[in-house]
């Protein structure tokens, strides 16, 4: 495996993307801590990987609650190489106008504090562990860290807002810590919404088709989750990455070379 003797910690773990790169990070020889707000989740992950995987419950919101996730992760493997910064909220392509100001008021703190606070709070408290071991930090990012309409206003500003914490915190932590991000397009998840806005409970594919997503990519299929893992091994990767820090992988499929007049110029190859 490519991260043998390396510890990750992941936030939001418990489903989707972070249970796909806890899994990856197992077969690539990792030990993996999550930090996760459900409790069911990180029961879930606990006995599904029988005491090989270190779950927390908590939300990244919290100071103290990143604090103890980066705590637990070294008490109990002995160091950090590796933050993942991936729990998040989505929202449901909230537009402006059809959004009401107290909505996006109350979305926007809730939002905010979980996508951009919780990437913040997560990366300070790993900080000083991965300036031991020379480590590395990778972000979820999105389609909508670079482009409209993968989200309403709150989301896609979220997301771009990753995109300057990536930079500033690759300046910063240069020479010892990698800083880098990672933007998948749509994928099957639980990723939900704000209960500012009502969507708690509303899972992506309520509103978005696997096959409206794969209409849209240059690639023409519907990724799952898996499929998304391998530049976060690249980045992680101490072998296979000594050089890049400060980028964005754009994993998505294509949609940066999408052609005005079609999706993709090679159809009838
Ligand atoms: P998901 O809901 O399956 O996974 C996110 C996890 O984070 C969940 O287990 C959730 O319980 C947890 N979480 C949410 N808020 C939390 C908090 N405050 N504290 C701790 N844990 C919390 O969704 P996903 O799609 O796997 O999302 C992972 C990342 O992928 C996110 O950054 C998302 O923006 C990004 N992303 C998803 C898609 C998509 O189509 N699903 C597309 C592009 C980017």
């Not at 006995?47 to 637990?72: E, P």
């Not at 190489?81 to 537009?95: K, M, P, Q, T």
């Amino acid at each position: 495996g490519w991260l043998q003797n390396e510890v990750a910690l992941i936030t939001g773990g418990g489903s989707g993307l972070g249970l796909a790169l806890v899994e990856r990070f197992l077969q690539e020889g990792a030990s993996v801590a999550v930090l996760e707000r459900s409790a069911e989740k990180c029961a879930d992950l606990e006995q599904k990987f029988a005491g090989k995987v270190l779950a927390i419950q908590g939300d990244v919101c919290s100071a103290a609650d990143n604090q103890k996730a980066v705590a637990a992760t070294v008490a109990r493997f002995g160091k950090l190489d590796c933050f993942i910064g991936n729990a998040a909220v989505w929202d449901h392509g909230a537009r402006l106008i059809n959004t009401s100001i107290e909505q996006l008021d109350t979305g926007f703190d809730e939002l905010f504090a979980i996508n951009v606070k919780g990437y913040l709070l997560g990366a300070k408290a790993a900080a000083a562990e991965l300036v031991k071991s020379c480590g590395s930090m990778i972000f979820t990012l999105s389609n909508s860290a670079f482009y409209a309409e993968g989200g309403g206003p709150l989301y896609t500003a979220s997301k771009h807002a990753a995109v300057g914490l990536i930079r500033e915190l690759a300046f910063e932590l240069a020479p010892k810590v990698r800083v880098n991000g990672v933007g998948p397009c749509g994928m099957k998840t639980d990723l939900r919404g704000p209960q500012a806005l009502g969507q708690q409970d509303t899972r992506i594919m309520d509103s978005r088709s696997p096959d409206a997503i794969k209409a849209i990519l240059p690639l023409q299929f519907f990724p799952e989750p898996e499929e998304f893992t391998g530049p976060f091994v690249l980045l992680a990767s101490r072998q296979n990455n000594q050089t890049l820090t400060g980028v964005m992988i754009n994993a998505d499929a294509g949609l940066g070379i999408r052609g005005i007049r079609n999706v993709a110029g090679g159809l009838e190859l």
